[in-house]
């Protein structure tokens, strides 16, 4: 079944979910921002009620927040937010890439090759949003391949919320290039089949991001960790 099949299968109120996480993803909608279903209606030229399921969506995938009396917001995504993505990043995908390794098979390996050429090409044309959806397509296919189906059910639960939080990377990344150079550097880990290093390359990944993030280096993290015991 191709992609634009799959749209057309989907209901309205999820394909104007969909736009409008992604209009939040690119920035034309701002965190915090109202979302008036009048306006909304109007701009996608449907019923007030199908905007309320689509607002409905966006609510369980906690993106939007609806308030009694006071409307519908876009979530704000704080540092709070932030620190445990990294966490649950860490402990879900560090664990599923280690149970894949052995379940990666030559198919598989194109497969990821073929998506980090693709990230290549969006490093040459500058596409942070792009980036970020290979990003997201890289590591949802290895752990879609750990044979956990509750990591698996987990980690798709966690996808919007994933997404949302990979908007913040671009100022902190020094270039398109090393986001790229560092899922090059995973996917040769895959292909050494040798758990520890693909242990040590995951954990890398996720804790470059953090300490970019939270400004905490790994012996500060230490020292903080040593002080709160």
Partial sequence: MDEDSIILQKPLSQLIADQLKRRIWNKEIQFGERLLETDLAETYDVSRSTIREALKILEIEEL???????????????????????????????????HAVNNLDQKHFRD?????????????????????DLDM???????NLCGNSRIIKIYDSLQVQIRTFLMHLDQYYSSHQSFYDEHKELLQA??????????ERVK?????????????GAGQKSELEKEEV
């Fill in 137 to 143: 397509k890289f590591h949802s296919y290895v752990v």
């Fill in 190 to 199: 895959l292909a050494s089949k040798d758990v520890q290093i693909v242990n």
């Fill in 204 to 216: 890398n990944h996720i804790e470059y991001v953090e300490e970019k993030l939270l400004g905490v």
């Fill in 64 to 98: 939007v927040i609806s308030q009694a009396r006071k409307g519908t917001y876009v979530a704000d995504f704080t540092q709070q937010d932030l620190d445990e993505i990294i966490e649950l990043r860490t402990l879900i995908e560090s664990q599923a890439f280690k």
């Fill in 112 to 132: 990821l090759e073929e998506i980090t050429n693709q990230m290549k090409a969006k490093v040459d044309e500058k596409d942070w949003n792009e980036l970020f």
